[in-house]
């Protein structure tokens, strides 16, 4: 199995939680024979490389530098998202079984190559912008609460990390349940759980 996670933090660029997450999550993809590639946002240091653990990273900057906010950050940056997964899809023949996207950063991305390209993909998510900027109402915070909502009707398949997170994305968003998953690295057998999502995920619109 190939796939692509798509993360807006990885070290040496370090936000907060999900950067070690996704290093832990990789790792271990690698381990259990899943050819992994990690396309994130550095400020310099762009193109692919491979680390010691056989993760490839591929690290993008944004062209754009002036912003008003993350929001234009974001959608400026997915066009360099899309083009670097894009590379590594003609670069191993176009075998790529998945996308997995965490967070709402590269939704867009990620439908673009859904349906360009037939890649499937998993939105893994870290938190809603009902829960980031409660009870607001610009059309900013709805800017973002669109992605998120695009990303959760596009998803091939959904990833939360909590039974709480599962209960609010299906009273908030109206996601079925049948397309959700609960995956905490808490528990054990927890890679078992995503590597069988991966395999399901495989399976549908992109499998080759």
């Known amino acids: 199995m190939r796939a692509i996670i798509f993360s807006w933090e990885y070290p040496p660029r370090i936000v907060g939680q999900l950067a070690e997450y996704v290093t832990k999550l990789a790792a271990q993809l690698v381990k259990n024979k899943v050819e992994t590639y990690i396309v994130t946002y550095h400020d310099f240091l762009t193109g692919l490389s491979q680390e010691p653990n056989g ?30 997964a894009a590379n590594i899809y003609y670069q191993v023949n ?41 009870n607001a109402d610009s059309p900013y915070n709805n800017a973002i609460k669109g992605i998120e909502g695009l990303g959760f009707r596009e ?31 808490k528990t054990s057998g927890w890679v078992k759980k995503v590597l069988k999502t991966y395999r399901a995920t495989a399976g549908g619109v992109g499998n080759k």
Do not use: C
């Not at 490839?56 to 900057?61: L, N």
């Not at 939360?160 to 349940?177: C, D, G, N």
């Open 55 to 84: 993760v490839k990273t591929y690290r993008v900057t944004n062209p754009v530098r002036t912003h008003i906010g993350v929001l234009t950050w974001v959608l400026t940056l997915n066009q360099e998202v899309e083009r670097a």
């Open 94 to 134: 176009e075998q790529i079984d998945l996308i997995d996207v965490y967070d709402w950063h590269f939704i867009p991305a990620a439908v673009t190559l859904k349906n360009a390209l037939d890649i499937p993909f998993i939105f893994s998510v870290e938190s809603l912008e009902e829960h980031r900027a409660p």
């Open 155 to 185: 998803a091939d398949k959904i990833s939360v990390k909590s039974r709480w997170m599962l209960k609010e994305i299906v009273e908030i968003h109206k996601v079925p349940k049948t397309k959700t998953i609960v995956v905490s690295q």
